[in-house]
């Protein structure tokens, strides 16, 4: 059997579930007798699962679905009885330096990326303590599994312990993995601004220029007739 040292670690490991038992010793001296003092906290690591595995944690083990992206990117779609608590939130800060950022991001990211203006939601881990309880077993999920990550480190501090997270986020997902609400696909969510109409005409084009192939290849003297009629300088 395995000592008691002044400070131990014991790992359990689950499928989906790793939690961690710390055990520390602190000392206190009273005349004639050293006093020992244990303290044992519960901690437990975020879980990192596929879509697959998602589903499982939601069927099988009851895990509530925590949206934490912007309110843009959750209206464009999101997965049905879903929560939605932002771990950013829009900056309408108006200081100085915070309008020269803004007009200076909304003029390249936001133009071309349709991506907003944020800030950390100072309310966020409030928030989610006003809905959920720290023994509630929350499967957090963003677009690309960064914020997440991040959301589930704050929600860790603050004494949740049952958290996991999707890899790679939502662009990952598969369509039809989940029931989801709005205009696109849940992969699709973080696509917006110029870059989404600058991929639809070079569909169009791409398009255009397979047809004008396929034609001059099966129908080249009707091509030819055609190209007769055209201008030349």
């Not at 843009?72 to 950022?101: M, W």
């Not at 960064?146 to 959301?151: F, P, V």
């Not at 969510?189 to 396929?214: E, F, R």
């Amino acid at each position: 059997m395995a000592g008691i040292c002044s400070s131990s670690t014991l790992s359990s490991v689950s499928n989906f579930r790793t939690s961690r038992l710390v055990e520390t010793h602190s000392r206190r001296t009273i005349p004639g007798k050293p006093l020992h003092r244990r303290n044992v906290n519960i901690k437990a690591e975020v879980t990192y699962v596929n879509a697959d595995e998602a589903k499982k944690l939601i069927a099988v083990e009851g895990y509530t679905i925590l949206d934490v992206r912007d309110s843009s990117q959750y209206n464009r779609a999101h997965i049905k009885s879903c929560y939605h608590v932002p771990l950013f939130v829009e900056n309408q800060d108006n200081d100085f330096g915070t309008i020269i950022k803004r007009t200076v991001h909304n003029n390249f990211s936001g133009l071309f990326f349709g991506l907003p203006f944020t800030k950390l939601n100072p309310d966020f881990v409030q928030s989610v303590k006003s809905q959920f309880s720290p023994e509630s077993k929350l499967l957090l999920v963003c677009q690309e599994g960064l914020r997440s990550s991040a959301a589930a480190n704050q929600l860790d501090q603050a004494g949740f312990q049952s958290i996991a997270c999707i890899t790679s986020g939502l662009q990952r997902v598969k369509p039809g993995t989940f029931d989801s609400v709005g205009t696109t696909e849940l992969q699709d969510a973080g696509k917006a601004g110029l870059v989404t109409v600058q991929g639809k005409i070079s569909a169009v084009l791409g398009t255009v220029l397979v047809c004008a192939y396929l034609f001059i290849t099966f129908f080249p003297e009707q091509a030819e007739k055609l190209l007769q009629f055209a201008p030349t300088s």
